[in-house]
């Protein structure tokens, strides 16, 4: 597992490129000194953004299906993966940072409805 990547990651890449190529450029990348390091960050606007692997974090939209070797350490791994990213979110939150969550598969399917979501964000704009 160390050669797994933890940061620019393919979706984390493809959305990255994605917003800049669509006028959203003023975010950085992998915030170490905030709570989980958000993927994305726009520090002006304290939007923080996650993109979920759906394998590691344990996506409840498309729900892989998990290994059968070791499937109790997976299921344990998952979890705590999740318990983690839930407490980074509840943390940014109350140090009064708006958060959002992208799962990979979201991505694949429509980036476009990612991007939208972020811009509607960063512009304030509420459904």
């Not at 984390?12 to 993927?39: M, W």
Request: aromatic letters at 10%.
């Amino acid at each position: 597992m160390s050669r797994i990547r933890s940061q620019n990651t393919k979706p984390e890449l493809l959305l990255g490129q994605y917003l800049r190529d669509h006028g959203l450029r003023d975010f950085q990348k992998n915030v170490k000194n905030l709570p989980g390091t958000p993927d994305i960050c726009f520090l002006d606007k304290k939007l923080a953004v996650f993109v979920h692997g759906c394998f590691w974090h344990g996506c409840p939209h498309c729900r892989l299906k998990q290994p059968e070797t070791h499937a109790d350490f997976w299921r344990k791994k998952i979890a705590r993966t999740r318990e983690r990213d839930r407490q980074a979110v509840s943390e940014l939150r109350r140090l009064g940072w708006r958060t959002l969550e992208i799962w990979e598969c979201e991505l694949k399917k429509d980036i476009l409805a990612a991007a939208l979501e972020i811009n509607n964000l960063y512009y304030g704009i509420t459904a």
